[in-house]
């Protein structure tokens, strides 16, 4: 298990930082003044039932969604003001968002990389498909592969330009237990070595307290409760982190009452 | 503007043509036929029409020219839409690709495959029908440059629109050369048409430079002006089209619309 985090910690530099974050659709808000950090080295996992507004914060963060008001610094980078800089800085895997399955994997990683203008390509490749365990796949087109191969290449790609902030949407749903355990322990190693802070979605709870640091829980386009996994259900009176998740879902009100 | 951007979207469709026989073959095949084609027409009424008239510049030359400018065309929009086809544009648009960078990419293969469609079309239409160059003189170059600059134009003008109405939009696209070549006077001088589509050919740039070929090839003069307004025109559309697809790729950003774009969601 990982060493714990303090919660918002001032002396850990900041990857990640997002400030009053509303986003609205024809008057209606679906993401309401949500903040939050990462911390560089930091795995944070941001939970919520389906519509609580994570995948529309995460697009506001991917710059692929504008927010009605607030601000996404990336490191010291204003998104709305330095949009490529920024997500130069930034990479992302998505179970919604595969790489083109007509291209093979070299060619996806090679396109990827040139686009996020990584040194030294070809040997970050062979470094990536070697970490990933992609090499026998080199020349196969991810159209084919199955859905463990495949989210091992979005992932690859995903690190392509060692990011300093790496989002991922749900990286482990469809995948075996022991596919997934091993995609977790890459991500846990990435926050361990590089420089880069995660932002983790996941519905499975048994995961996000073996990987996070921290937690954001989010209902109703709002942050309702934010803290360490491992210690948050106890503090709501809650038996696990699937049953705050349950009782977040079901009866976010009576949390906010808290 | 970082060229390497650029780059990797015009190789990714390099990898594509590689890989693909459906894709590499209709860059050249169906512009061959048209040559062939076209050649044999342009022969058939050189021999039932007067001793004089030679159809081959002014028919077989018309087609190739406006064969060019719809695969120059057609270059930018197939690198577009595969991005559409294989639900690509969170991967491209969440990444530090500028605006700029991607249409460039667009441009750069648009590059390469017209000028493969080009090469074809040239040997064939000179070699087999015996097409001689020297009645467009050096003008020639200018008429395809003028050519080319309008189908960029148009080909990011075609993607801006399927970009804000849907993938399923692209069948607006495919059949604008059609629509366009009655206005453009591709096989009769512009005085042929009603004053009404006559001002719609002023605006088109396409009808200056096949204008100044049947006047060349007529043996005439033609004021090299008219053409460098012809190309101004097309330098504009061109600014035109961009700025069309950014203020499109904005509002998309606004909407949501790059992220659920296969959802066809946002009207």
Not at chain 1, 167 to 192: G, K, M, N, V
Not at chain 2, 209 to 223: D, I, N, P, S, Y
């Amino acid at each position: 298990m990982r060493a714990m985090v303090t919660v918002g910690r001032a002396d850990v530099p900041k990857v990640l930082s997002v400030a009053k974050l509303r986003k609205e659709y024809g008057g209606k808000a679906a993401v309401e003044g949500v903040s939050f950090e990462v911390g560089r080295g930091e795995i944070v996992g941001l939970l919520g039932p389906n519509g609580a507004g994570k995948t529309t914060t995460i697009n506001m963060v991917l710059g692929v969604l504008q927010p009605t008001s607030g601000t996404i610094h990336i490191q010291d980078l204003d998104l709305a003001a330095q949009r490529s800089a920024a997500l130069a800085l930034t990479n992302f895997a998505a179970v919604y968002s595969p790489l083109p399955g007509n291209l093979s994997v070299y060619q996806n990683l090679r396109v990827f990389g040139l686009i996020y203008g990584v040194k030294s390509l070809g040997a970050r490749i062979a470094e990536l498909l070697e970490q990933f365990d992609l090499v026998k796949y080199r020349d196969v087109k991810c159209g084919v592969l199955s859905s463990g191969e495949q989210t091992r290449v979005a992932l690859a790609k995903a690190m392509l330009n060692r990011p300093h902030l790496l989002l991922l949407d749900e990286p482990t749903a469809s995948l075996d237990p022991a596919t997934a355990r091993d995609i977790r322990a890459r991500i846990r190693e990435f926050a361990a070595r590089d420089t880069g802070g995660v932002l983790w979605t996941s519905h499975n709870m048994y995961e996000v307290e073996e990987v996070c640091d921290r937690v954001l829980f989010l209902a109703r386009g709002r942050v309702l409760l934010e803290g360490n996994p491992r210690t948050l259900p106890g503090e709501h009176g809650q038996a696990s982190l699937e049953e705050l998740f349950i009782t977040v879902a079901r009866e976010p009100l009576a949390l906010e009452q808290r | 503007m970082h060229l390497h951007r650029a780059a990797a979207v015009a190789l990714r469709h390099y990898y594509l043509l590689r890989g693909s026989l459906a894709r590499f073959l209709p860059l050249f095949a169906w512009v061959a036929i048209d040559m062939v084609l076209w050649g044999f027409m342009s022969r058939y009424l050189n021999t039932v029409t007067s001793q004089e008239y030679n159809f081959v510049p002014v028919l077989l030359g018309a087609v190739l020219l406006w064969d060019f400018f719809i695969r120059v065309m057609q270059g930018v929009t197939m690198v577009f839409f595969e991005d559409v086809w294989s639900r690509n544009f969170l991967n491209m648009f969440a990444s530090p690709l500028t605006i700029s960078e991607y249409l460039g990419g667009l441009v750069l293969s648009s590059i390469a495959t017209s000028t493969l469609g080009l090469l074809v079309m040239l040997v064939l239409a000179s070699t087999v029908f015996g097409l001689s160059f020297a009645a467009y003189g050096v003008l020639f170059v200018p008429f395809l440059l003028v050519l080319f600059l309008f189908g960029i134009a148009l080909g990011i003008f075609g993607c801006a629109l399927v970009l804000r109405l849907g993938p399923a939009s692209e069948w607006f696209v495919w059949p604008i050369p059609a629509l366009l070549s009655p206005f453009a006077g591709v096989f009769y001088p512009l005085s042929t048409l009603p004053a009404w589509m006559q001002a719609v050919s002023h605006l088109l740039p396409p009808s200056y430079v096949f204008e100044g070929m049947r006047t060349l090839a007529a043996g005439g003069a033609f004021q090299v002006s008219t053409l460098l307004w012809g190309a101004g025109l097309a330098v504009v559309e061109i600014l035109l089209a961009c700025a069309f697809f950014t203020r499109v790729h904005r509002q998309a950003v606004r909407t949501g619309l790059i992220a659920r774009y296969s959802a066809e969601s946002v009207s």
